[in-house]
């Protein structure tokens, strides 16, 4: 009887075609998006800095005058106007991403209206050109800024852009005040309960003042040829041949020394009391400004710092009470502390005058110190522009819990100052 011979069906191993297909399309298309993602990632990351100076019409209610003078209110005003409608311009535009940030460094007059001069910075890809990126920023400012609403009322078609290198840009910065170059990244925690600053160029503005070559007190640039500092430092070392004022991160070696022409400590001082205690500096010759050397801003005299902002206060003072001074630049973080809670009882029962500011923190633990005195408190805007608030006066021992720093208060004397210095 014919029975089939039964061969067993040998059970195919190999995948069926389509789903060999399936898989090489799904390999190929993930390697796709991975090489996609990696061109991206490296285009992304080798961006260069493209530096660009403008020019643009506008008219306001102001006058070309009342933001002539850098770092007034009314020139922070009027900048953070145009510089977010530059920045809305192009966040409407195909350069939404390549955008970083524009800079209004000054203005200038013309028949009917006023010229706001700027710096743009860009990040694009280095084979792009500088030329064609002018042109696409030329057309999108043309076009946007028609519709940016005002004030100030801009004149879209006025605008005019200028290619410029890394170090045209950082020639005008340095000649702005209140700009830094080197922020350092992390926290900036450790004077007392501060920390080393970490690279030159941090607080450009800071000075120390020397008496025979020894660190006594510190002080800060305001322009090229003056320094604000305490008029206590002067107490016993008035003679001005024997001072020498010296910038950089380091006491010693420093950047730049200078000696001292004049000093002029405010008419109304008088030891012991801490009232009125500033003085100007005026150096023997002016000094250049770089990127490690630079002036602070200096607020207007109405300007209300709000208690609970965040200051910085620098120096080469004594990192504990009664230490000595150190070689390397300290910077600690304060919040400035309201006159009525600083005249509390228990912290310095009504010895803050008008005259004078506190800041620091209840609790203690960070503060200024000896040898910081004279030394700026500084504070920046939301433009990230840098303003001297107060000059390290006094304080019960250094960092002590309800014993703050207390500092002359730079916008009581800012009339002083200019009486003195022009600036
Ligand atoms: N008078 C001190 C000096 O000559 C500065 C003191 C600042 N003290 C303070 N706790 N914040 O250096």
Redesign the pocket.
Known sequence: MYQPVRVPVRKRSCLEPWVIGLITFISLIVLAVCIGLIVHYVRYNTRKPYNYYSTLSFTSDKYYYEFDKEATTNFTEMSQRIESMVKNAFAQSSLRRQFIKSQVIKYSPQESGVVAHMLMIFRFPSTQSPESIKKTIEHVLHEKLQHATGPPKVDPSSVVITNINKTETDNFLKNCCGTRIGTSSGTSERIIGGQAVEQEGEWPWQASLQWDGAHR?GATLINATWLVTAA?CFRNYKDPSRWTASFGVTVNPPKERRRFKRIIVHENYEYPSHEYDIAVVELSRPVTYTNVVRRVCLPDASYKIAPGSQAYVTGF?ALKNDGTSVNRLQQVEVRIIDSKTCNEPQVYNNAISPGMLCAGYLQGGK???????GGPLVSSNSRDIWYLFGI????D??AEPNKP??YTRVTAFRDWIEAKTGV
């Open positions: 007190c206590h003072g503060d200024a110190c000896q040898g910081d005195s390290v006066s006094w304080g021992e250094c720093g207390v």
